[in-house]
């Protein structure tokens, strides 16, 4: 198992930054993928950015220049640093750990964090 504690969220305005650390703890050396998803009201969730355990991130083209994910493996903590928020930017920010086995994503999940960005 797997347990991720977020932080970092809370209301900011138009341009301003956050940044949300995630927490891991528990049979960490097994993930995969580390990765940081929102879910706006009425909409699905969608994958903000990721990094694998190799290093290698990719974005969503929406946050691209914006967003920068990062990992500090000594202190097991992912972050995301926000820059020139948005009001669409607004959701509940959620960190998720995968795991490959056996042809399959095994996914670990926060509690998530709420990010709202006033205009």
């Known amino acids: 198992q797997v347990q991720l504690v977020e932080s970092g969220g809370g209301l900011v305005q138009a341009g301003g930054s956050l940044k949300l650390s995630c927490a891991a703890s528990?049979?960490?050396?097994?993930?995969?993928?580390m990765g940081w998803y929102r879910q706006a009201p009425g909409k699905q969730r969608e994958l903000v950015a990721a990094?694998?355990?190799?290093?290698?991130?990719n974005y969503v083209d929406s946050v691209k220049g914006r967003f920068t994910i990062s990992e500090d493996n000594a202190k097991n903590t992912v972050y995301l640093q926000m820059n020139s928020l948005k009001p669409e930017d607004t959701a509940v920010y959620y960190c998720?750990?995968?795991?490959?086995?056996?042809?399959?994503?095994?996914?670990?999940w926060g509690k998530g964090t709420l990010v709202t960005v006033s205009s």
């Open positions: 990094i694998t355990s190799g290093g290698s991130t």
């Open positions: 528990g049979n960490i050396d097994r993930i995969n993928r």
């Open positions: 998720n750990a995968a795991r490959f086995l056996s042809g399959i994503w095994i996914n670990y």
